[in-house]
Protein backbone atom coordinates (compact mmCIF):
# COMPACT_ATOMS: atom_id res chain seq x y z
CA UNK A 1 0.00 0.00 0.00
CA UNK A 2 1.49 3.37 -1.36
CA UNK A 3 1.24 6.02 1.56
CA UNK A 4 -0.49 9.34 0.35
CA UNK A 5 2.12 12.32 -0.07
CA UNK A 6 1.72 15.33 1.75
CA UNK A 7 -0.07 18.38 -0.51
CA UNK A 8 1.77 20.94 -1.07
CA UNK A 9 0.51 24.27 -1.09
CA UNK A 10 1.57 26.46 -4.48
CA UNK A 11 2.79 29.43 -2.08
CA UNK A 12 4.54 27.14 0.51
CA UNK A 13 6.99 26.03 -2.87
CA UNK A 14 7.17 29.70 -3.64
CA UNK A 15 8.34 30.45 0.36
CA UNK A 16 10.33 27.73 0.89
CA UNK A 17 12.55 28.61 -2.46
CA UNK A 18 12.71 32.10 -0.68
CA UNK A 19 13.48 30.82 2.77
CA UNK A 20 12.90 27.56 4.19
CA UNK A 21 12.59 29.34 7.71
CA UNK A 22 9.88 31.28 6.46
CA UNK A 23 7.93 28.58 4.74
CA UNK A 24 8.34 26.65 7.92
CA UNK A 25 6.67 29.24 10.51
CA UNK A 26 4.26 30.12 8.07
CA UNK A 27 2.90 26.46 7.17
CA UNK A 28 3.61 24.78 10.45
CA UNK A 29 3.23 27.28 12.99
CA UNK A 30 0.73 29.26 11.36
CA UNK A 31 3.10 32.44 11.58
CA UNK A 32 2.39 35.44 9.49
CA UNK A 33 2.68 39.05 9.87
CA UNK A 34 1.93 41.92 7.70
CA UNK A 35 4.19 44.65 6.52
CA UNK A 36 4.57 47.27 3.62
CA UNK A 37 4.98 44.56 0.97
CA UNK A 38 2.66 42.01 2.00
CA UNK A 39 0.14 44.89 2.65
CA UNK A 40 0.88 46.24 -1.14
CA UNK A 41 0.97 42.71 -2.66
CA UNK A 42 -2.60 42.20 -1.42
CA UNK A 43 -3.71 45.12 -2.91
CA UNK A 44 -2.62 44.49 -6.28
CA UNK A 45 -4.16 40.55 -5.87
CA UNK A 46 -7.61 42.02 -5.62
CA UNK A 47 -8.37 42.23 -8.68
CA UNK A 48 -7.54 38.84 -9.92
CA UNK A 49 -8.40 36.90 -6.88
CA UNK A 50 -12.09 37.92 -7.37
CA UNK A 51 -11.93 35.83 -10.27
CA UNK A 52 -13.41 36.48 -13.61
CA UNK A 53 -13.23 35.37 -17.52
CA UNK A 54 -12.71 37.78 -20.47
CA UNK A 55 -13.12 36.49 -23.84
CA UNK A 56 -11.47 37.91 -26.60
CA UNK A 57 -9.02 36.36 -29.56
CA UNK A 58 -6.73 35.61 -25.78
CA UNK A 59 -8.99 33.97 -23.58
CA UNK A 60 -8.19 35.40 -19.61
CA UNK A 61 -9.44 33.13 -16.42
CA UNK A 62 -8.33 35.12 -12.89
CA UNK A 63 -7.94 32.97 -9.42
CA UNK A 64 -8.06 29.53 -11.38
CA UNK A 65 -7.77 26.66 -8.63
CA UNK A 66 -4.76 24.03 -9.93
CA UNK A 67 -3.36 20.64 -8.39
CA UNK A 68 -1.71 17.94 -9.57
CA UNK A 69 -2.14 14.00 -8.07
CA UNK A 70 1.52 13.23 -9.63
CA UNK A 71 2.86 15.88 -7.62
CA UNK A 72 0.51 16.04 -4.66
CA UNK A 73 0.96 19.84 -5.22
CA UNK A 74 -2.41 22.55 -4.88
CA UNK A 75 -2.84 25.98 -5.34
CA UNK A 76 -4.28 28.72 -7.50
CA UNK A 77 -2.98 30.64 -10.73
CA UNK A 78 -3.62 34.36 -10.35
CA UNK A 79 -3.77 34.65 -14.38
CA UNK A 80 -4.30 31.76 -17.06
CA UNK A 81 -4.19 33.23 -20.16
CA UNK A 82 -5.58 30.80 -23.54
CA UNK A 83 -3.32 30.81 -26.28
CA UNK A 84 -5.48 28.67 -28.98
CA UNK A 85 -5.83 25.24 -27.00
CA UNK A 86 -2.50 26.09 -24.64
CA UNK A 87 -2.57 27.19 -21.15
CA UNK A 88 -0.60 30.07 -20.28
CA UNK A 89 0.00 30.43 -16.17
CA UNK A 90 0.90 34.50 -14.90
CA UNK A 91 2.03 34.80 -11.48
CA UNK A 92 1.12 38.02 -10.29
CA UNK A 93 4.25 40.33 -7.99
CA UNK A 94 4.09 43.80 -6.96
CA UNK A 95 7.78 44.71 -7.37
CA UNK A 96 10.26 44.46 -9.46
CA UNK A 97 12.74 41.39 -10.78
CA UNK A 98 15.00 40.04 -8.08
CA UNK A 99 17.83 37.59 -7.80
CA UNK A 100 16.22 34.46 -6.39
CA UNK A 101 14.14 31.93 -8.21
CA UNK A 102 11.13 31.42 -5.85
CA UNK A 103 8.51 33.10 -8.67
CA UNK A 104 9.88 31.42 -11.38
CA UNK A 105 9.68 28.07 -9.39
CA UNK A 106 5.90 29.24 -8.39
CA UNK A 107 4.54 29.94 -12.30
CA UNK A 108 6.60 26.73 -13.24
CA UNK A 109 4.89 24.50 -10.77
CA UNK A 110 1.57 26.19 -11.92
CA UNK A 111 2.66 24.90 -15.73
CA UNK A 112 3.22 21.46 -14.33
CA UNK A 113 -0.40 21.47 -12.62
CA UNK A 114 -1.73 22.45 -15.60
CA UNK A 115 -0.37 19.94 -17.91
CA UNK A 116 -1.15 16.83 -15.54
CA UNK A 117 -5.30 18.17 -15.31
CA UNK A 118 -5.47 19.19 -18.93
CA UNK A 119 -2.99 16.44 -20.21
CA UNK A 120 -1.19 19.08 -22.45
CA UNK A 121 2.25 20.85 -22.88
CA UNK A 122 2.32 23.92 -21.19
CA UNK A 123 5.41 25.40 -22.48
CA UNK A 124 5.95 28.79 -21.07
CA UNK A 125 3.61 31.49 -18.07
CA UNK A 126 4.88 34.14 -16.98
CA UNK A 127 5.40 36.83 -13.70
CA UNK A 128 3.74 39.98 -14.33
CA UNK A 129 5.23 42.68 -12.09
CA UNK A 130 2.34 44.96 -10.89
CA UNK A 131 4.27 48.48 -10.38
CA UNK A 132 6.00 48.77 -14.00
CA UNK A 133 3.08 46.69 -15.73
CA UNK A 134 5.72 44.58 -17.60
CA UNK A 135 5.68 41.05 -17.89
CA UNK A 136 8.41 38.49 -18.02
CA UNK A 137 7.76 35.31 -19.73
CA UNK A 138 9.39 32.21 -17.45
CA UNK A 139 10.18 28.90 -20.38
CA UNK A 140 9.25 26.01 -18.74
CA UNK A 141 12.91 24.35 -19.64
CA UNK A 142 13.70 20.75 -18.69
CA UNK A 143 16.36 22.40 -16.53
CA UNK A 144 13.35 24.28 -14.72
CA UNK A 145 11.19 21.76 -14.45
CA UNK A 146 13.75 19.55 -13.03
CA UNK A 147 14.84 21.88 -9.90
CA UNK A 148 11.14 22.62 -9.13
CA UNK A 149 10.74 19.23 -9.07
CA UNK A 150 12.84 18.94 -6.52
CA UNK A 151 11.89 22.17 -4.88
CA UNK A 152 8.70 20.39 -4.44
CA UNK A 153 10.26 17.47 -3.10
CA UNK A 154 12.17 19.25 -0.60
CA UNK A 155 9.16 21.44 0.87
CA UNK A 156 7.40 18.23 1.33
CA UNK A 157 10.72 16.54 3.24
CA UNK A 158 10.60 20.03 5.43
CA UNK A 159 6.72 20.19 6.81
CA UNK A 160 6.75 16.65 6.89
CA UNK A 161 9.44 17.02 9.38
CA UNK A 162 7.60 19.49 11.35
CA UNK A 163 11.35 21.08 12.49
CA UNK A 164 11.86 24.48 11.96
CA UNK A 165 15.09 25.39 10.11
CA UNK A 166 17.01 28.07 12.31
CA UNK A 167 17.41 31.60 11.51
CA UNK A 168 20.02 32.68 8.66
CA UNK A 169 21.26 36.41 8.61
CA UNK A 170 20.28 37.21 4.54
CA UNK A 171 21.15 40.39 4.34
CA UNK A 172 19.26 40.65 0.83
CA UNK A 173 16.50 39.03 1.73
CA UNK A 174 16.04 39.39 5.37
CA UNK A 175 15.36 43.15 5.83
CA UNK A 176 11.72 43.07 3.60
CA UNK A 177 10.18 39.98 5.04
CA UNK A 178 7.32 40.44 7.10
CA UNK A 179 8.39 37.91 10.05
CA UNK A 180 11.81 39.74 10.96
CA UNK A 181 10.77 40.61 14.36
CA UNK A 182 9.41 37.16 14.46
CA UNK A 183 12.63 35.05 13.36
CA UNK A 184 15.39 37.69 14.51
CA UNK A 185 17.88 36.76 12.23
CA UNK A 186 20.25 39.52 12.89
CA UNK A 187 20.43 38.11 16.32
CA UNK A 188 20.37 34.43 15.94
CA UNK A 189 21.05 33.85 12.33
CA UNK A 190 23.66 31.84 11.03
CA UNK A 191 25.14 29.31 7.91
CA UNK A 192 23.82 29.44 4.60
CA UNK A 193 20.11 30.10 3.80
CA UNK A 194 19.77 26.35 3.19
CA UNK A 195 17.74 23.67 4.55
CA UNK A 196 19.30 20.06 4.50
CA UNK A 197 16.82 18.42 6.46
CA UNK A 198 19.51 17.84 9.57
Known amino acids: ?24 LIHQEQVFEENQFTLEGRDHHQRVDAGFVRDGPIRMETAVHLWSEPLALTGIADVVEWHGDVPY ?20 AQGLCLEDMLHCVVPAGAIYYVESRR ?11 DATRQAIEET ?32 YGQGPLTWDGE
Not at 1 to 21: D, E, G, K, V, W
Not at 89 to 108: L, M, S, T
Request: proline letters at 9%; one cysteine or more.
Open 135 to 145: RREVVFTATLR
Open 1 to 24: MTMRQTRIPLSALNHFAYCPRRCA
Open 89 to 108: PIEYKRGARHAWINDEFQVC
Open 156 to 187: RALLDSGRIPPPTDHRERCPNCSLIDLCLPAL
